[in-house]
């Protein structure tokens, strides 16, 4: 059972990986679309801003908050103690307290 909960949280961290990379990417283009809108102005920067925040961020939002889901369920299936200021693995070092 162990190894199988290893293998899915390995597939689980590398569409984790890949996923939050997007997301970061698309953070970075709406940023610099927004940098654009500002040295644009007037009417098509209002419309440029009205498009990446109704069209763009939403998206983004729900990617990210999904590859959240799925680096927690990951850690926690590799063994890992998320949400801690203890980095240790449940699994190597629960006897030694």
């Known amino acids: 059972m162990k190894n199988v909960c290893k293998k899915i949280a390995a597939v689980l ?4 990986g890949y996923g ?3 997301s970061l990417f698309g953070g970075g283009l709406t940023f610099f ?12 920067a209002a419309a440029i801003c009205a498009f990446i925040q109704g ?5 983004i939002i729900y990617i990210s908050t999904i590859m ?3 680096g927690l369920v990951a850690m926690y299936l590799d063994g ?5 200021t203890d980095k240790k693995k449940a699994s190597k070092h629960e006897g030694e307290m």
């Open 55 to 59: 069209k763009i961020l939403p998206v």
């Open 20 to 22: 939050i990379m997007i």
């Open 80 to 84: 890992e103690k998320a949400l801690t």
């Open 33 to 44: 679309g927004y940098v654009a809108a500002l040295i644009i102005g007037g009417d098509t």
């Open 13 to 16: 961290k590398t569409i984790f």
């Open 68 to 70: 959240v889901v799925l």
